[in-house]
């Protein structure tokens, strides 16, 4: 199965609120571009993944990602992560409707493309999938096969509401680089002693975090 994915990314200057405590607001929205950059990276060389859509206004974003080999698609709803994330994936459907689809989060800066397949290859058996983040609360990828919906609940509790969903739950071990994504400064710690990418590495050179 070749799969699209669909990374949803609100406009940096209002990107992780969360890391306040950790990175200035000057400095926030060089972090949230450094994780979707590694984030896309990451996803592009995995090898079941033939297109990453990232949805987004923001034109600093657009650009980078595009150089990276991303499609870009606008957030034309511009009414929140689900509602972006359902336009995405109509739009992808459009040109690529028997290929299966997955939503990503843009904020997994320690990706690993073999960890992202093996996820994938777990979701391929179940009509919907998703798998929960590090801290079994949310959601990094929510996946949908071939003629499915992907009905994205993300936002708080999202695991809960994607299983109630009718979503299977994948259990896997070994993939912690798919689960691990940023939103506090504890999570940056986590994910820097994962192993980030090369931008989220220079761009928390820029940091004092303790611990590290």
């Known amino acids: 199965m070749q799969w699209t994915l669909v990374i949803p990314l609100k406009p940096l200057a209002r990107a992780k609120s969360r890391l306040s405590d950790t990175a200035s607001d000057g400095l926030r929205p060089g972090l949230a571009l450094a994780f979707a950059q590694d984030t896309v990276a990451a996803a592009l060389a995995a090898p079941p993944v033939a297109d990453v859509a990232v949805v987004t206004n923001d034109a600093l974003a657009r650009r980078e990602l595009a150089a990276l080999g991303a499609r870009i698609i606008p957030d034309e709803p511009s009414d929140g992560l689900n509602a972006a994330l359902a336009h995405a994936a109509a739009v992808v ?3 690529r409707p028997e290929s299966p689809l997955a939503a990503l989060n843009a904020d997994l800066p320690a990706l690993r493309p073999l960890e992202l397949a093996r996820v994938l290859d777990a979701a391929a058996e179940f009509p919907r999938a998703f798998l929960p983040d590090a801290a079994a609360i949310g959601t990094t ?3 949908a096969g071939p003629g499915r919906e992907l009905l994205p609940a993300f936002g708080t509790d999202s695991r809960a509401r994607h299983r109630a969903s009718g979503a299977v739950e994948l259990r896997l071990d070994v993939v912690d ?13 986590a994910a820097l002693a994962l192993g980030v990418g090369p931008r989220t590495a220079a761009a928390t050179a820029r940091l004092l975090i303790p611990g590290q």
């Open 93 to 95: 459907r459009g040109s």
């Open 141 to 143: 990828l929510l996946a």
């Open 177 to 189: 680089s798919v689960r691990q994504d940023v939103d506090t400064g504890d999570d940056l710690r």
